[in-house]
């Protein structure tokens, strides 16, 4: 069973994102004449991944890469259901890309883990700089998004700013405070929070735990392209 969060229905159009449950016994199969790419995160069980010969066990924080056109099949371990943060995006036909087929299934997995955190040098946050772990990133192949995993001390967070892409944040620990354009409000964990293309945001742990949090791009901007613009408010016109 897949409960999408994210999608056309909302209004998105860069990429799909989706709980996928499946039962003890239950597969998930993707054949060659798949188009788009794939983020697979292990939120609670197990799963087995497999593609042609080759096979992954992959467990709560693990995560796994799927390119474009890759058959591959996910499968419950024996004894019990997964929970899966399943992330889908399109490649356009016109893509320049090649998709990594021939990469190992191996090494398009991989662990969350704090010992692979840190120090974020993308921007400069407020308050102690949080520390990040890539998942996924144009250097490991995707031809459309950009992941990583956010550790957001208390105190923390980003300013008022905007993005040329959509951005999500899927929460895994703790909590934090968000603006959205207008809306002020807050993401826990297990919810999921859309800031689409050139919407104003900012976000911030009031809270005294870290908060965890996976952050997905979409579609990821071009190298050397501006990817964050600091925003600045004026005093209303009367």
């Known amino acids: 069973m897949r409960h999408v969060l994210a999608g056309a229905a909302q209004g998105i159009e860069s990429c799909e994102i989706g709980l996928l449950t499946l039962g003890e016994g239950c597969s998930d199969d993707a054949g060659p004449t798949s188009s788009e790419e794939r983020l697979i995160y292990v939120l609670a069980g197990a799963v087995e991944a497999t593609s042609g010969e080759e096979r992954v066990t992959l467990e709560k924080g693990h995560f796994l890469f799927l390119p474009r056109s890759r058959v591959h099949a996910l499968r419950t371990v024996a004894g019990g259901e997964a929970v899966l943060l399943d992330i889908r995006s399109a490649v356009p036909t016109t893509s320049k890309e090649a998709p990594a087929l021939g990469t190992p299934l191996a090494e398009l997995a991989g662990r969350v883990s704090s010992d692979a955190l840190s120090s974020h040098q993308g921007h400069a946050a407020e308050g102690r700089a949080f520390e990040t772990q890539p998942l996924l990133d144009r250097k490991r192949g995707s ?74 791009n979409a579609p990821e901007a071009s190298a050397g392209t501006p990817s964050v613009f600091d925003v600045t408010l004026s005093e209303p016109l009367r």
């Open 143 to 216: 031809e459309r998004l950009r992941a990583f995993v956010a550790a957001v001390q208390p105190g923390s967070g980003m300013g008022l700013h905007v993005h040329p892409f959509d951005q999500f944040y899927f929460m895994l620990e703790g909590e934090l405070d968000l603006q959205i354009g207008l809306e002020g409000g807050s993401a826990a964990a297990g919810q999921l929070a859309i800031f689409p293309a050139g919407m104003v945001h900012r976000n911030r742990n009031a809270s005294a735990t870290p908060a965890l949090q996976i952050t997905i």
